[in-house]
């Protein structure tokens, strides 16, 4: 749902020269470095783009699910590990308190996130819990007014740079399911955090991940997310699916620029005394792509509409994430086959991108972990 289709354009034209002027220029050099520019990070926070999910009273954009997918398309034009800096905030790391948080806990935690003051991360996956991650392992155990936390979460997307974790941990250790594990805010300085070393990745320079280890470590009961035990997977479940239509649409905008520059690559690069994008093998593969690309644009934005309407989505938003992931990650295969030798070379950018993508069809659930989601789905409709 577009509430204002001229906010919602003024909101967009903003992000699409950010990207253009700003982001395209750096992406090289954040590569390098593995750091996004402090003033980049600046000026992220004065657009807005931190609070992009929060809602209005508390100083956000509040922006519907449709008009969040069109700001991750025109991010998803640029390095992913861009959007990953304000993503965890906007995302998994704060969507927790703003569906399930008292109101003491929103009134305290959403209006510094708002402004990008305080970055969120979300930590539920561990070392022995990944896809199956009601059988997490990390406790929180009542002792008198607090909580003593032992775990070590991991993968957790811009730990070293949170203020808070939205952490999913088992306070009943009597119910090794689902119903044994709570959610909490936990402020990143309480004493007995320790954060790991970054991880060294694949791609997505910029975008830092590591362990974060819980020791005997006192959270006060206060932050207990909703102020009830028990419920902490159904908040991590109602977070990731709404979070599989915004990747959804990320991994939409990512391949639609991969595609472009394919595209003006077979343009400019001639073999035989011709253009290669006159070549009709060459055509076959971009023509595969834009077709995918579409067809995935249409899911995520229309998931997000039915969405927005108030809809069960949890089978689409499983598709979007496993469409749009598989997709964008065929459409990186592609642009690196149409760069030919230059795709394999890292001054050209596209194997940066190639490598950037692998990571879309496995966190925040794998291709599979979505399938699983899908067909239990249909097959409960069916049978009810
Ligand atoms: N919204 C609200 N509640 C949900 C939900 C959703 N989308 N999905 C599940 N739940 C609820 C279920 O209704 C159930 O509650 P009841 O027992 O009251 O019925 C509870 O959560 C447990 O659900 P389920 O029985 O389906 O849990 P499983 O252990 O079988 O796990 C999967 C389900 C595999 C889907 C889940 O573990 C998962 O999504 N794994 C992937 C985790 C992931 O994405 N990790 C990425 C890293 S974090 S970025």
Known sequence: MIRDP????????????????????????????????????????????FGLTVPEEFG??????E??????????????????????????????????????????????????????????????????????????IRDGDHYVVNGTKRFITNSPQA?????????????????????????????????????????????????????????PASQLIGGKEGQGFKTAMKVLEKGRIHIGAI????????QRDALNYAIERKQFGQPIAEFQLVQAMLADSQAEIYAARCMVLDAARRRD????????ASCCKMFASEMCGRVADRAVQIFGGAGYMSEYGIERFYRDV????IYEGTTQI???????????????
């Open 60 to 65: 956000g954009l509040a922006l519907t699910m």
């Open 251 to 258: 991994c939409v905008g990512v391949a639609e620029r991969m």
């Open 163 to 219: 203020g808070i974790f939205t952490l999913m941990a088992r306070t009943n250790p009597a119910d090794m399911g689902a119903g044994g594990v709570s959610a909490f805010i936990v402020e990143a300085d309480t004493p007995g955090i320790t954060i790991g070393k970054k991880d060294k990745k694949m791609g997505q320079r910029g975008a830092h991940t590591a362990d974060v280890i819980f020791e005997n470590c006192r959270v």
């Open 309 to 316: 309407l108030g809809q069960n989505v949890a089978t689409e």
């Open 6 to 49: 001229e906010t919602l354009n003024a909101l967009l034209d903003t992000v699409n020269r950010f990207v253009r002027e700003r982001l395209v220029p750096a992406e090289a050099l954040v590569s390098e470095t593995d750091e996004i520019p402090a003033d980049i990070v600046r000026e992220m926070k004065e657009m807005g783009l």
């Open 67 to 140: 008009e969040e997918g069109e700001v991750m398309l025109a991010m998803g034009q640029t390095s992913p590990c861009f959007r990953s800096l304000f993503g965890t905030t906007v995302g998994i790391g704060s969507q927790g308190i703003v569906f399930d948080g008292t109101p003491e806990q929103k009134a305290k935690y959403l209006p510094p996130l708002a402004t990008g003051e305080l970055i969120a991360s979300f930590a539920l996956t561990e070392p022995e819990a990944g896809s199956d991650a009601a059988s997490l392992r990390t406790t929180a």
């Open 370 to 384: 979505q399938q699983i989601v899908i067909a239990r789905n249909l097959v409960r409709e069916a049978t009810r």
């Open 358 to 361: 692998r990571l879309f069809r």
